[in-house]
């Protein structure tokens, strides 16, 4: 293994040891399916989360809270101007949001909030599937709801347009994990193949990248190699989603340098 990704996994293992000492505050205005998954994931991980979504008190939460995440999969006009309101106290607040862009490119309301969401945010980091990326970006989709239909790699091209538009660090996920921003681009061959079949992965997925985020990791890259690494570990002993939904949180909670070191398939793409 060359000295660039060795490097890289170092900084992963210290992300994940100085969020488990500092236990970030992550606010997430996140969607009714998954909302105690992502909330669980958080707390496995060592964050601490909480779901806000009255714009009564959005202000005060994003005055001492470490990131917000931003998840659009139960979307209508109310939680519209709640997201906005709590995008432009992070932005007061100088913190990172983190968009979750459900359902991109399924509908005009999904596109166009996103976009919304996305030219507001300041300090923005963007998690989604391919096909949500290159909706997100004004190309063709196939998309089936809010599942992919799109490869990882498809959406590439899609990425370095937000990057560049958006001046953002974006993570494609898939089966294949893309992570790229104005100075880098690396893949990450994680996961299982079961992974998708538990509703609030990839919102997992983001509500941890906000957790990292909140802590100075702001690429997406812990959040992402670190999900991947889990579910890898957690499928071989899961007979079934269920069970990997479970086993995923306690693998979670355990998992340390060691098996970040041993398990992690990284590629330095530039």
């Given amino acids: 293994m060359s000295a660039i990704p060795t490097e890289k996994m170092q900084v992963i293992a210290n992300a994940l040891q100085a969020l488990r000492e500092h236990k970030p505050l992550v606010v997430n205005i996140t969607n009714y399916v998954v909302m105690n998954n992502t909330a669980n994931a958080l707390l496995a991980i060592g ?32 939680w519209i101007a709640r997201m906005i309101f709590a995008v432009e106290q992070a932005n007061l607040n100088n913190k990172v949001v983190v968009l979750d ?14 976009r919304q969401i996305a030219a507001l945010a300041k300090h923005l980091i963007i998690r989604a599937n391919a096909s949500e ?25 899609a990425a370095r347009y937000l990057v560049e538009t958006y001046q953002c660090n ?20 994680n996961g299982h193949a079961m992974m998708p079949n538990i509703t609030g992965m990839g919102c997992s997925l983001s509500a941890l990248t906000g957790a990292f985020a909140a802590i100075g990791e702001e690429t997406g890259l812990a959040a992402a190699a670190i999900l991947g690494v889990a579910g890898e570990i957690a499928a071989e002993y899961s007979a079934g989603p269920g069970s990997l939904q479970i086993n995923l949180l306690d693998v979670l909670y355990q998992l340390d340098e060691t098996a970040i070191n041993k398990r992690l398939k990284i590629t330095v793409n530039r």
């Fill in 101 to 114: 862009p459900v359902g991109c490119g399924a509908s005009t309301l999904r596109t166009a909030t996103s």
């Fill in 47 to 78: 964050a601490s989360p909480i779901m806000a979504h009255s714009r009564q008190e959005m202000a005060e939460m994003m005055s001492f809270s470490g990131a917000l995440v931003i998840n659009i999969g139960t979307l209508d006009s109310k």
């Fill in 170 to 189: 974006v993570v494609i996920s898939g089966e294949v994990d893309y992570i790229i921003n104005a100075e880098t681009e690396i893949t990450l061959h």
């Fill in 133 to 157: 990326i290159i909706a997100l970006a004004g190309e063709t989709a196939h998309s089936k709801g809010v599942d992919s239909l799109d490869s990882s790699e498809a959406a590439v091209g």
